[in-house]
């Protein structure tokens, strides 16, 4: 047995009930191969960094239980084709680590005249300007001179 986590995003357009039933069916999964279930930690609803779906918000939920590797497996597909699972995450649990949801970050705005001034773009570096063509005829003209003088 070990000790797992499982961090779930669900739908935000989820029913509740339907939340609570992709819980309770996980920790039957958990439960029916001798393990156990540790707690659930409801997160809450979260702003996504990126849109998922066309969604921009998502519901989170940690799920921590003791569970066979088998069991796991099993878990992890059940939530691969439950409709309203948007994501999911399982891991073996760290001894210790926090399983209280991180606070919010807050947006940051800087008014424009306090804005650090950024500087001027760099210069490209430029290649080096192909020979014109006469210059080099002229210089195989005098090679084939060469060539001719010392035969």
Known sequence: MNDYEVLLMLD????EERGNEIIARIREQAES?????DAQEPWGRRRLAYEIDHKAEGVY???LFTAAPTALEEITRVLKITDG???HLAVRRVKGGSIKAPAPIAAVSTP???AAPTAP???????????PEAENEAVSEAADDADAAAE
């Open 85 to 87: 699972v948007m994501r």
């Open 12 to 15: 935000p357009e989820l029913p």
């Open 33 to 37: 191969g001798g393990g156990s279930w």
């Open 112 to 114: 424009v005249a306090e």
């Open 61 to 63: 939920h940690l799920l």
């Open 121 to 131: 773009p760099a210069a490209e570096p430029t290649a080096p300007e192909p020979e």
